[in-house]
């Protein structure tokens, strides 16, 4: 199975600043099938990300995701008060399909 | 607008049972292949079990032989069955659906609590 490290486990950044997520994959993501999800506290998990790059429907600008490989990043160009939560990766490309531990990230 | 609404949480002893439930609307349900997803406390999103349009299933090795995923296509319903429950399996269990082929899930309810504790 395919296993996903993320990195920071929390970042403590200021609304306004960029945030920049790291996860990475113990073996190669089949066809970049990586996604990211934001999960707040008692609500269902939110699709961000799909295919490494490609936003969701209805996901604002600010949040972008890039990578290949092992290697993928997602980043927060400005944070908005919004967006401090939990964001998981997550691969679909392998069964089984696996996710990350998280990164929290919380205002300073 | 696709709703995903599980229910069936609660509080079990070690080696109970209990079964999930999810209630699908907005979508033709028996199109989709269905998933279940858990998170325990302080930890991450593990992916659980799932059930293609056929009824085909595929479990993690940390629940095969004790779950078990259905569908009923006529009530537009997911279930878990959850057998000789242990203290690990605590956790909020969600279900899901994905996009579309190729996509990850999309789609997921609030969750339900499962508490497995003497």
């Known amino acids: 199975e395919i296993v996903l490290t993320q990195s920071p486990g929390t970042l403590s950044l200021s609304p306004g600043e960029r945030a920049t997520l790291s996860c990475r994959a113990s073996q190669s993501v089949s066809s970049s099938y990586l996604a990211w999800y934001q999960h707040k506290p008692g609500q269902a998990p939110r699709l961000l990300i799909y295919?490494?790059?490609s936003r969701a429907t209805g996901i604002p600008d600010r949040f972008s995701g890039s990578g290949s490989g092992t290697d993928f990043t997602l980043t927060i160009s400005r944070l908005e008060p919004e967006d401090f939560a939990v964001y998981h990766c997550h691969q679909y490309g392998s069964s089984p399909w696996t996710f990350g531990q998280g990164t929290k990230v919380e205002i300073k | 607008e696709v709703q995903l609404v599980e229910s069936g949480g609660g509080l079990v002893q070690p080696g109970g049972s209990l079964r999930l439930s999810c209630a699908a609307s907005g979508f033709m349900f028996s199109n989709y292949w269905m998933h279940w997803v858990r998170q325990a406390p302080g930890k991450g999103l593990v992916w659980v079990s799932r059930i293609d349009s056929e009824g085909s299933t595929t479990y993690a090795d940390s629940v095969k032989g004790r779950f078990t995923i259905s569908r009923d296509n006529a009530k537009n319903t997911l279930y878990l069955q959850m057998n000789s429950l242990r203290d690990e399996d605590t956790a909020v269990y969600y279900c899901?659906?994905?996009?579309?082929?190729?996509?990850?899930?999309?789609?997921w309810g609030q969750g339900t609590l499962v508490t497995v504790s003497s």
């Open positions: 899901a659906r994905i996009l579309a082929v190729g996509t990850p899930l999309g789609y």
């Open positions: 295919g490494a790059s």
